[in-house]
Nanobody, 115 residues
Framework: QVQLVESGGGLVQPGGSLRLSCAAS????????MGWYRQAPGKQRELVAA???????NYVDSVKARFTISRDNAKNTVYLQMNSLKPEDTAVYYC?????????WGQGTQVTVSS
């Protein structure tokens, strides 16, 4: 089972960009489907973007054309490039790894979009 550590969150103005990173331990990272979820105060955690072991991606409608998920299997890292950020993107972002029906979560990183 992998362990996941997120980084790259912070405070950004509307229209700005951030790149989140999620570093995974273990040599079997490349077999995992990786995802980024977010949870805003008072709301349920939602899937933002996911990428399979073969590189197929999917996004929640609200971030399409603004966010890009990618992975570098040589570095055991998955990224979430976030552009044109909006205040409604404010949330704690969690990295998720899934394999064989088992989920592994990172500790989360705060993203705040505010002027």
């Amino acid at each position: 089972q992998v362990q996941l550590v997120e980084s790259g969150g912070g405070l950004v103005q509307p229209g700005g960009s951030l790149r989140l990173s999620c570093a995974a331990s273990g040599s079997i990272f490349r077999f995992y489907t990786m995802g980024w979820y977010r949870q805003a105060p008072g709301k349920q955690r939602e899937l933002v973007a996911a990428i399979t072991s073969s590189g197929s991606t999917n996004y929640v409608d609200s971030v399409k054309a603004r966010f890009t998920i990618s992975r570098d299997n040589a570095k055991n890292t998955v990224y979430l490039q976030m552009n044109s950020l909006k205040p409604e993107d404010t949330a704690v972002y969690y990295c998720n790894g899934r394999r064989g029906g088992v989920d592994t979560w990172g500790q989360g990183t705060q993203v705040t979009v505010s002027s």
